[in-house]
């Protein structure tokens, strides 16, 4: 067996796959007999232009990796941080949890599982066990705060009774929340988050509440993408407002975990809206998008004008894009 072990030795199913994510990351390969994938070299074939060999070889069956027209490109086991710079994959190292990463296996056999598998591991945070916040309910004409919040909810920010519905929107009368609009977030239809947004102010109380742990690791609106296209925005209302194929991620930017939920669903093209204000912020999170999201192929940044948000704008959001920026890994 010449030194390699039952785990280093992959099938032709699983060589196949690893094919297919060099092929979702765009980079050309061939596969050739006794395990070889060939690639074309990102190192040395910009000085030869006219010449497209792949002259990168990757061995699936012995992790070896080499490329002959670079004397000094060549490496196997320990060296797949360097490969994988080199064909700027260095997102991927982020799938690798931090134990994974520290023990003496990180090799070309685990970066082939991992695009194997496709996706980086989703470890959800959540608070066990979650409920929603003192004082929840639903019956919107059971008191006249109730009736105040839907009146807001409806006339000042545009959502129909289905929206509320459907999203479960309620609100809380009494205790630490009352006065506020509650908003449950949902993961594997499981309450994994929630967040009040309080509109009637009582004291000093603040204007946002939730959980202490967990907003990183969920999307609002990720159980209803059934497409491999996503719009990304920050908030709640902006969501709800653009309609189906969006999440907000409740921040204006993501997590390890949420690039995880977007990975796990194979999601190939990513629109990002902010609002108008923060196009630094639109144009940085489409590049950590396009940076780390393995399955990605198109991903683009779009501007709406200045202080104008998605949540204005509803369902003509996608209409008042005043300029989209391409991000190329």
């Not at 916040?133 to 807001?152: F, H, Q």
């Amino acid at each position: 067996m010449d030194g390699r072990t039952k785990e280093d030795i992959v099938t032709p199913r699983q060589r196949q796959s690893f094919i297919d994510g060099l092929n979702a990351n765009r980079i050309d390969n061939k596969e050739h007999h006794g395990g070889e994938i060939s690639i074309l070299c990102p190192s040395c074939a910009p000085d030869h232009p006219g010449n497209k060999r792949h002259t990168l070889s990757i061995n699936s069956n012995n992790d070896r990796w080499n490329c002959y027209r670079c004397p000094t490109l060549k490496g196997r086991k320990k060296q797949i941080s360097r490969l994988l710079d080199i064909l700027k994959l260095g997102h991927l190292l982020s799938v690798f949890d931090e134990e994974e990463v520290l023990v003496e296996d990180d090799s070309l056999a685990k970066l082939k599982r991992r695009m194997i598998f496709g996706v980086p591991e989703i470890r959800i945070m959540e608070v066990s066990p979650l409920v929603l916040p003192d004082g929840y309910r639903t019956d919107w004409n059971g008191s006249m705060i109730g009736e105040s919040l839907l009146k807001y909810l409806t006339v000042n920010r545009n959502l129909s009774l289905e929206d509320i519905a459907r999203y479960k929107i309620g609100y809380s009368l009494d205790g630490s929340h009352a006065g506020g609009v509650v908003f449950p977030v949902y993961l594997n239809k499981k309450l994994r988050f929630w967040q009040v947004r309080r509109v009637i102010m009582r004291g000093n109380a603040p204007k946002y509440d939730s959980p202490k742990a967990g907003r990183r690791s969920v999307m609002f609106g990720y159980d209803e993408i059934t497409t491999k296209s996503v719009n990304i925005v920050e908030g709640i209302f902006d969501k709800i407002a653009i309609g189906d194929g969006t999440v907000a991620l409740l921040s204006k930017d993501i997590s390890e975990e949420q690039i995880g939920l977007l990975g796990a669903k194979s999601i190939e093209t990513v629109r990002v809206i902010l609002d108008g204000d923060a196009w630094k912020d639109c144009k940085q999170l489409a590049r950590t998008i396009a940076n780390k999201l393995w399955s990605a192929k198109l991903v683009l940044a779009h501007r709406l004008k200045f202080g104008v948000d998605p949540g204005m704008l509803g369902r003509d959001t996608m209409n008042s894009i005043v300029e989209t920026v391409t991000i190329r890994n």
